[in-house]
């Protein structure tokens, strides 16, 4: 088992920023790849950012890529998301998620999630 907490979210004006972390415990983490995912009321949850276990790969959504940066320091079982030029559209619940095998981009493949953090931007 892998348990996940993620914090780091709140409330912050269009263009601002927040930094995100998760934190897991249980299993050997660096055996994991991770992602972040959202979710908006009313809307199916989306892939943000994953990375590898290694931490030697990174992959984005369209949605974000140059405003957020993901990275992982596997010392201290943690993955971040730094959120840069925030938007509206970015509201939403974000997890974390770790998976060993399958698709990076699917939510459908990985094992453990997080209970979530809310991110809430103001126009």
């Known amino acids: 088992q892998v348990q996940l907490v993620e914090s780091g979210g709140g409330l912050v004006q269009s263009g601002g920023s927040l930094r995100l972390s998760c934190v897991a415990s249980?299993?050997?983490?660096?055996?994991?790849?991770v992602g972040w995912f959202r979710q908006a009321p009313g809307k199916e949850r989306e892939f943000v950012a994953g990375?590898?276990?290694?931490?030697?790969?990174?992959y984005y959504a369209d949605s974000v890529k140059g405003r957020f940066t993901i990275s992982r320091d596997n010392a201290k079982n943690t993955v971040y998301l730094q959120m840069n030029s925030l938007k509206p559209e970015d509201t939403a619940v974000y997890y974390c998620?770790?998976?060993?095998?399958?698709?990076?981009?699917?939510?459908?493949?990985?094992?453990?999630w997080g209970q979530g953090t809310q991110v809430t931007v103001s126009s």
């Open positions: 990375v590898t276990s290694n931490a030697v790969t990174t």
């Open positions: 998620a770790a998976r060993n095998t399958g698709g990076i981009y699917s939510p459908l493949f990985y094992n453990y």
């Open positions: 249980g299993r050997t983490f660096s055996n994991y790849a």
